[in-house]
């Protein structure tokens, strides 16, 4: 405590220190505080498929490409415990091998997509004028095309492969993720410490990895969630279709085409791996909205 002039005493600027640093919480400490049942219900499920990409081939009981049984659609068992698919393979072997290549096809789309989209939105947010102009009219024209339909095309010219998908699918879902990081862009453009950083001479990658980028995570982290949910449910309408992963391989989509007539014997083997597809987007999207919600971390109004 110190003495005023007029006599009273006045704390001390080491206690104003003391108490400000007792008030502050690491950003990470204050998001677990937050916590409920459904956002720690939706990290279980996560984590579970997180494991189960990585070990499939160590968990799967069967090869992914295994006829264990001469009857379709045969009832689990001991041997096969969700059965049989319609050539008689392991249904719980491959679903896990199918787990395993779509979310890792749809997480490297995701990957791509915000390296190019996110680098090329705020490249167009700092320098603006005609760059601004020339990118973002011509990811207009991307998008003003139904992204199913330049994705058939595309997969249809150069045949159905996983870098094929990945990269044509990245290249659609990047322009979704341009629009994002140019608003965002737009936004933090405008603040006092970004133009203290161009007064500064500082160039323009250290304005857009150094300023933009740590004041943009939120946003960004929300919208990698939203993106990575499209691409696991983009690639399982093209396999449904039979233009994205091909036989024998197992994916989620192509185990649902392929099954479809075990509904007929009314046996619930294409169900299994449209109900995988369900619960993971789900907790996805629930996670991405708890998160949102937590952090304030609204999207640009202009999206």
């Known amino acids: 405590m110190s003495v005023g002039s007029g006599g009273t005493e006045q704390p001390s600027s080491a206690t104003g220190a003391s108490a400000k640093e007792a008030d502050y919480q690491h950003p990470l400490r204050l998001l677990l505080s937050q916590l409920t049942l459904t956002p720690v219900l939706c990290l279980l499920v996560l984590l579970t498929v ?15 490409a295994a006829i264990l049984t001469d009857e379709s659609f045969s009832l689990p068992d001991e041997t096969m415990l969700l059965g049989s698919d319609f050539l008689g393979r392991d249904m719980f072997s491959r679903l896990l091998y199918g787990a395993r290549v779509t979310l890792s096809v749809a997480f490297a789309i995701a990957i791509i997509a915000f390296v190019l989209g996110g680098t090329l939105g705020f490249f167009a947010a700092v320098k603006r004028g005609w760059v601004d102009s020339v990118l973002s009219r011509s990811v207009d024209a991307l998008i003003s095309f139904p992204a199913i339909m330049v994705a058939l095309i595309v997969i249809s010219a150069l045949g159905s492969s996983i870098p094929v998908l990945i990269v044509t699918i990245a290249l659609i879902d ?36 150094h300023e933009m ?42 185990m649902v085409k392929e099954n479809m007539q075990g509904l007929l014997y ?12 369900a619960i993971v987007t789900l907790s996805i999207n629930l996670l991405v909205d708890w998160f949102l919600k937590t952090t304030d971390a609204a999207l640009p109004d202009e999206l």
């Not at 990081?181 to 857009?208: F, K, P, S, T």
């Not at 499209?230 to 197992?250: D, E, K, N, R, W």
């Not at 009314?266 to 597809?277: D, G, M, S």
């Open 174 to 209: 990047s322009t979704r993720v341009y629009r994002v990081a140019r608003a965002l862009g737009m936004d933090i453009g405008v603040q006092d410490y970004i133009e203290a950083a161009r007064v500064r001479g500082e160039n323009m990658g250290w304005i857009i990895f």
């Open 266 to 277: 009314e046996t619930y083997t294409p169900l299994y791996p449209a109900l995988c597809i």
């Open 50 to 64: 997180f494991v189960v990409v990585l070990f499939a081939p160590w968990i799967a009981p069967h090869p992914e």
């Open 213 to 254: 980028l740590p004041n943009a995570l939120a946003p960004l982290a929300a919208e990698f969630g939203i993106r990575f949910t499209y691409a696991i449910l983009f690639i399982s309408a093209l396999s449904f279709l039979g233009l994205g992963v091909q036989a024998p391989q197992a994916d989620l989509g192509v």
